[in-house]
């Protein structure tokens, strides 16, 4: 039987469910260069959205519709090939209010952004937010509409998701390195190996702003979660004079979808797992303990089982990732409490996890393996694995392992984006204290590097995704004053917690 495990990463799903040294093309110089904005404006026909696959007439939403623009592959070479970008809209209803636009994204990298407009407002978007703005929604390049990458990953490399298996020794690690070199070897030889360079966070940064200029706004403000704060704060430093109010909700550090974020997944987990356990605690009907201590206790005893003897196609590692995974919201942890009771008593599972689909996961590994370089020795890992086994032990020794980045072809045509404070000061960080996809930790690292252009605004809650979806009135009210009228905190604001409703 197949391995079941759930996607162990920042999927974009999870955030809905939960309901430049620079690039070496600065903005100054794309304002006389032929870049974004030297493209010529192109109409954009707004229609229906595609359906389902199995109901392909059938529009996704009513309300929302649809477009396509091109985009140049290259942008060093915009007159050269062009790709297909989806886009789309969910307009104000209230001229006479609207604002302009606000570009979204749910976070990734692999997500597709073409129906979360309608998310956004499905789940509490403010009725002032929606009438402010036309909310754009789009499938990043390479994701879903949007020219799909893929790595020609099998089923049984789709199930092992993006983490490595947890390594209880320096010869696991040795042992994971020729599959993870088999799946860069696949993306590098796909038949889309040619986007390889391209599928990138500034180049979707610039797509952004080849969409501002075909809907002819001057100014394009922007509401990124999870991932989606790093193409926020990319986007903000090439376009700081094209960039109106942006909010980056969840944030993930100066680095982007880097190694070092790779490794904070697993301090995200033990910052947030005592609140599982205090839940769990109170509930004795579960089984799984009656302090958090013993909660805590059974975690590492159903760990270590699973990992000799899995339970239904669930091993070690697939519990591992399940556990983090459905940490990301307080509304998912009955349904963690009853999958650990499931497999304490050696049966499947309530409902099978969650897996990603191959353009979400080829996809991924386009965009974080080509953002920035990651160790590419064997040994490098294993010293990471055996320091994170130790330090943060649910997960480290997972996190730290050896991915098919490690392997990833040399060719970069551009150095990373450099996060700093040069610009207007016009970003409101929005951030959960114990979120476990996006730590704290790494919020305050990009707080840091954006300097004076940003104030944040910290919850005192778990999970991942504060607005719209989050509990806390303190901090969404902060985000919906700041898109409709422009008024952030005078300094960073720490919301405390709120009662449960």
């Known amino acids: 039987m197949r391995k079941k495990t759930l996607p162990l990463a920042l999927a974009a799903t999870a955030v809905a469910a939960t309901a430049v040294a620079l690039t070496g093309i600065p903005e100054e110089s794309v304002a006389t260069t032929p870049d974004t904005a030297a493209a010529t404006p192109q109409t954009v026909k707004w229609g229906p959205c595609p359906g389902k696959a199995d109901s392909p007439r059938k529009p996704t939403t009513p309300r929302l519709e649809c477009s396509t623009l091109e985009v140049p592959l290259d942008y060093r070479d915009p007159d050269g090939r062009q790709i297909e970008i989806a886009i789309s809209r969910l307009a104000s209803k209230e001229p006479s209010k609207r604002r302009g636009v606000l570009l979204t994204n749910p976070g990734g990298p692999g997500g597709t952004g073409l129906t979360y407009p309608a998310v956004l407002a499905g789940s509490g978007l403010p009725q002032k937010v929606l009438d402010s703005y036309d909310v754009i929604g789009f499938d990043p390049r390479g994701v879903g509409r949007?020219?799909?990458?893929?790595?020609?990953?099998?089923?049984?490399?789709?199930?092992?998701?993006?983490?490595?298996?947890?390594?209880?020794?320096?010869?696991?690690?040795?042992?994971?390195?020729?599959?993870?070199?088999?799946?860069?070897?696949?993306?590098?030889?796909?038949?889309?190996?040619?986007?390889?360079?391209?599928?990138?966070?500034?180049?979707?940064?610039?797509?952004?702003?080849?969409?501002?200029?075909?809907?002819?706004?001057?100014?394009?403000?922007?509401?990124?979660?999870?991932?989606?704060?790093?193409?926020?704060?990319v986007y903000a430093t090439l376009f700081p004079k094209r960039s109106d109010r942006v909010v980056l909700d969840s944030n993930m550090g100066a680095g982007g979808y880097d190694a070092t974020a790779m490794r904070l997944f697993a301090r995200g987990?033990?910052?947030?797992?005592?609140?599982?356990?205090?839940?769990?605690?109170?509930?004795?009907?579960?089984?799984?303990?009656?302090?958090?201590?013993?909660?805590?206790?059974?975690?590492?005893?159903?760990?270590?089982?699973?990992?000799?003897?899995?339970?239904?196609?669930?091993?070690?590692?697939?519990?591992r990732g399940m556990t983090f995974g459905l940490l990301y919201g307080d509304a998912t942890m009955p349904s963690l409490a009853e999958n650990w009771q499931a497999l304490d008593k050696g049966r499947p599972l309530p409902s099978d996890p969650p897996e990603y689909t191959e353009n979400q996961l080829a996809a991924r590994f386009y965009v974080i393996c080509g953002d920035s370089r990651w160790p590419e020795t064997v040994r490098e890992y294993q010293r990471n694995v055996a320091v994170d086994r130790i330090k943060y032990p649910m997960l480290g020794a997972s996190t730290a392992g050896i991915g098919p980045c490690a392997f990833w072809p040399d060719e970069r045509v551009e150095k990373p984006v450099r996060i700093d404070d040069r610009g207007p000061s016009n970003v409101l960080m929005v951030q959960n204290e114990r979120d476990p996809g996006t730590p704290l930790a790494g919020a305050r690292e990009l707080r840091r590097a954006l300097g004076q252009r940003a104030t944040m605004v910290t919850a005192d809650q778990g999970g991942h995704g504060v607005y719209p979806f989050g509990a806390n009135t303190c901090a969404n009210d902060a985000v919906t004053a700041f898109l409709t009228t422009g008024q952030r905190p005078s300094q960073d604001l720490a919301c405390a917690a709120e009662p449960s409703k």
């Open 269 to 319: 987990m033990e910052d947030r797992f005592p609140d599982f356990a205090a839940f769990a605690a109170a509930r004795p009907e579960y089984g799984l303990g009656t302090t958090p201590r013993q909660v805590t206790a059974k975690f590492f005893d159903l760990a270590e089982r699973l990992d000799a003897n899995p339970v239904h196609g669930i091993d070690g590692t697939a519990f």
């Open 146 to 233: 949007s020219a799909p990458v893929t790595c020609d990953l099998t089923p049984e490399q789709q199930a092992r998701g993006n983490f490595a298996p947890y390594a209880h020794t320096a010869a696991d690690v040795a042992r994971e390195a020729p599959n993870a070199r088999t799946v860069a070897e696949q993306c590098a030889t796909s038949r889309t190996a040619g986007m390889l360079p391209h599928t990138t966070t500034a180049n979707t940064a610039r797509d952004m702003d080849r969409i501002r200029t075909a809907l002819g706004e001057p100014k394009l403000s922007y509401l990124g979660a999870s991932y989606g704060t790093s193409l926020g704060a």
